[in-house]
């Protein structure tokens, strides 16, 4: 696996999961694969005031994970998807490793197994 050498990608990398890490924000990315929508829609299912919404989509928007648009008095979400797929991409790199770990795993399973019969 080759790590990247790139400070500003590493940084941002951490700015994405550490945006992902919070369960709030990731309910609100799953709300915004529906649609855009306002900070009023966003906040319905959640019991917390509109202005830590806002600082949740604050948080979501300086990781590049969603970008929000003025439209008259709205500023209605939407996700942004690039700053994700750098995330997918960067754990895809250690999906060969976690299937050679479950073969091993298996493996030594199946051994135990017939070493038991």
């Given amino acids: ?41 966003i906040a319905t299912p959640f019991e917390m005031s509109q202005p830590a919404i806002s600082k949740h989509l604050k948080v979501l928007e300086r990781a590049g994970l969603i970008e929000r648009a003025i439209d008259k008095q709205r ?21 060969a490793f976690w299937g050679g770990s479950f073969d091993q795993l298996d493996a030594l399973l199946i051994h135990m197994k017939q070493t038991d019969i």
């Fill in 75 to 95: 500023r209605p979400a939407r996700l942004k998807a690039q700053n994700m797929a750098v995330a997918v991409d960067w754990l895809n790199e250690f999906k």
């Fill in 1 to 41: 696996m080759v790590m990247e050498s790139n400070t500003n990608s590493q940084i941002n990398l951490d700015v994405v999961f550490s945006a992902l890490a919070d369960p709030t924000r990731r309910a609100i990315l799953s709300r915004l694969v529906e649609g855009e929508a306002s900070v009023n829609e």
